[in-house]
């Protein structure tokens, strides 16, 4: 197929090369590069000023990346069944960068980007996606701020009766109505761009654990969405593998995808977080750099950061 797969949608032409996105379905202006996403503007819409960040946060970072955040969580509180796995939580996200929540097993960083996406709401607090209260949203309106935000299972989570391609084609098909061709065309770019491209017609069993999580990125991706929620990226590979999906997410960080990445790998955290958090007994106990938590005196964040684990 040519780079150019004309259509229309809305009495609108667009093609793949210029607008994944029919400018009828999403306003921002649209570009796939050869290998890789790209979005001509990746900056966030305008919110209300109400839930804007605070003016001296408002600038850009020592790095160059906009301060304008993408996430935040105010003083959010969860319980179950009266144990709380959330207490007081406060987490900010800039737009453009990687955020890593660490913490051992059970303490609350998945129920954390649950909240995120919106599957859970808290008992108590706010949480805030490029300004949307995410945590008060429903129908409809919670179901497009989804759409901005992809999730990138432990598991990959891959239906095991389609193929890859098919898997990846999935949000497309359910939240579009562009002509297959397209739909096919996006993705195989999608899964091109993490190493699979001669993977579309295989079955997910046919897949190693490391190609699993890289077509489930791909699905993740699917929509170009702003914000990409990882869980345990690097459970169950080895260190290359392990690697290679750091890669990966590093390279969508710099295209401007905002990263949450929960895991317990702490050189992975290193190498892709911009900063990380440390969540014990429901609670922020470290936040800043890594270099920031090496300085730390807490004996569980000294411990965690001196482990070389893959997690």
């Known amino acids: 197929m040519t780079d150019r797969a004309h259509g229309a949608h809305g009495g609108v032409e667009y093609d793949v090369s210029t607008s994944p996105r029919p400018p009828a379905l999403f306003p921002s202006l649209w570009r796939v590069s050869p290998g890789l996403w790209r979005r001509r503007d990746k900056a966030p819409p305008a919110t209300d000023r109400t839930l804007a960040p605070d003016e001296s946060n408002v600038g850009r970072t020592s790095s160059g990346l906009p301060s304008e955040m993408a996430i935040r969580l105010e003083q959010v509180t969860k319980s179950f069944a009266g144990r709380t796995v959330l207490d007081n939580v406060t987490i900010d996200v800039r737009s453009g960068t990687a955020f890593c929540l660490l913490g051992r097993s059970g303490t609350g960083k998945s129920v954390t980007l649950k909240h995120i996406v919106g599957l859970l709401k808290p008992d108590a607090g706010r949480v805030l996606v490029h300004g949307a209260e995410v945590s008060s949203l429903t129908g409809r309106d919670l179901a497009n701020v989804r759409k901005r935000m992809g999730f990138l299972f432990q598991s990959a989570a891959l239906f095991d009766s389609i193929t890859v391609g098919e898997n990846v084609a999935f949000p497309l098909r359910r939240h579009t109505d562009w002509p297959d061709h397209l739909i096919r065309e996006i ?60 890669d990966l997410l590093l390279t969508l960080k710099q295209e401007g995808t905002t990263i949450v990445v929960v895991t317990h790998n702490i050189p992975s955290a290193r190498h892709v977080g911009d900063e990380l958090a440390m969540l014990h007994e429901g609670r922020i106990i470290a936040q800043g750099t890594a270099v920031d938590l090496d300085r730390s005196e807490h004996p569980l964040v000294r411990a965690f950061m001196r482990s070389e684990g893959a997690g």
């Open 187 to 246: 993705a195989a770019r999608r899964l091109a761009a993490v190493g699979l491209e001669r993977d579309y017609h295989k079955m997910p069993s046919e897949l190693s654990g490391g190609m699993r999580k890289r077509a489930g990125l791909a699905r993740a991706m699917a929509l170009d969405p702003d914000i990409l929620l990882v869980d345990e990226p690097s459970a169950g590979l080895d260190p290359i593998t392990s690697a290679e999906i750091d």
